[in-house]
């Protein structure tokens, strides 16, 4: 059973409905071709294929996999994935791989088009990553930490049907170690042969996601303040689980304008709070984060929402972890 939970004002949404209506010309492009692939990354005949949808999915597929494995993240690295979408090419691998694993709660927009397009005999087996995670909603009914916890239900295809969740499950360790073994267990479903090995890789990741998750809880327990501003509504989950209160400039979206209103709502969180710095990311414009924090007097800090890496964070061998220590790092001297 598949899920869903298409987070409306959010401008992937809308290429998700773009990409829904090309996606029947472009599988009987797929099926018309066969098994040829015209990406310049290959699918491999001696290995189990995962396709997965962004750099954190990539990163936990691609440990836990190791050499039994050809994992293909569908995001370059350097690219945002809200507004990014399927290309034929990006089908084809989807449609022929062995794995495909997407993280769920309405990410991306475009994901249940293609899957209600695979007929159930066929295709790669799924992957829901977010599959065992109490949601949270987004902007619409925000509680303390900047979320809501999810109470909707399922439409007949068993797709969630709440407009506002929140996405960003992985942005909190806690989640991503749930994340890695849904990973896991997808792994030695599709390739049962080499189960052992799976296990193995996991449980090396998983030490390291459960020793994340307790330096995050011990050290933000310990901070003074508790009380973080960041660029994008991103970072819900890791509030709720480490009890931080988060002041998104812009909403679930990172493109979702914030207006004159909650310009102001900002300033006066800042001023209340005391905060000293403003958190902005990567890989989306820094340009209001710096507004803000030059007319309050106050500096900027990366907070990364682990969406995607730099091409120069790729180049240096940066992963989950090593994003999310550094993560850390910023948020301590943030909540100092």
């Known amino acids: 059973m598949y899920e869903r939970s298409d987070v409306s004002k959010r401008k992937h949404s809308k290429a998700g409905r773009l990409a829904a209506s090309i996606i029947s010309m472009l599988l009987l492009a797929i099926v018309m071709t ?43 690295a350097g690219v945002e994935p809200h507004d990014w979408s399927p290309k034929s090419r990006d089908l084809k691998n989807m449609a022929n791989a062995q794995l495909f694993v997407y993280n ?122 508790k009380e973080i501003v960041v660029s994008h509504q991103a970072f819900g989950y890791l509030a709720r689980d480490y009890g931080l209160t988060q002041m998104p400039i812009m909403g679930l979206s990172p493109d979702a304008e914030p207006t004159a209103q909650d310009l102001k709502r900002i300033n006066q969180f800042v001023k209340e709070h005391q905060v000293k710095y403003i958190f902005f990311e990567e890989l989306v414009s820094d340009k209001m984060a710096k507004t803000l924090a030059k007319d309050a007097g106050i500096e900027t800090l990366v907070l990364n929402p682990l969406e995607g890496l730099t091409q120069e964070q790729a180049k240096a061998g940066d992963n989950y972890v090593t994003v999310m220590d550094k993560n850390l790092q910023n948020l301590l001297k943030a909540l100092q």
Not at 54 to 64: E, N, V
């Open 34 to 76: 066969g098994c040829g692939n015209g990406s310049n990354i290959k699918l491999s005949d001696g290995k189990v294929n995962v396709i997965t949808t962004f750099y954190t999915l990539y990163d936990f597929a691609s440990r836990i996999g190791g050499d039994k494995a050809n994992v293909i993240n569908l995001v370059p």
């Open 104 to 225: 769920g709660a309405g990410f991306e927009g475009w994901v249940h088009d293609f899957l209600d397009s695979m007929k159930k005999d066929s295709g790669p087996r799924i992957v829901v990553a977010s599959d065992g995670i109490e949601l949270l909603h987004g902007a619409a009914h925000e509680d303390d930490h900047g979320g809501e916890t999810k109470t909707g239900g399922k439409d007949e295809h068993g797709h969630e049907t709440d407009s506002d969740v929140d996405p960003h499950v992985w942005v909190s360790p806690k989640s991503a170690l749930t994340m890695a073994e849904n990973i896991k267990n997808g792994l030695v479903q599709a390739d049962g042969a080499n189960k052992a090995y799976y296990e193995a890789n996991y449980e090396t990741l998983r030490k390291q996601l459960a020793d994340l998750d307790a330096k995050f809880a011990q050290s933000i327990s310990k901070s003074p303040k």
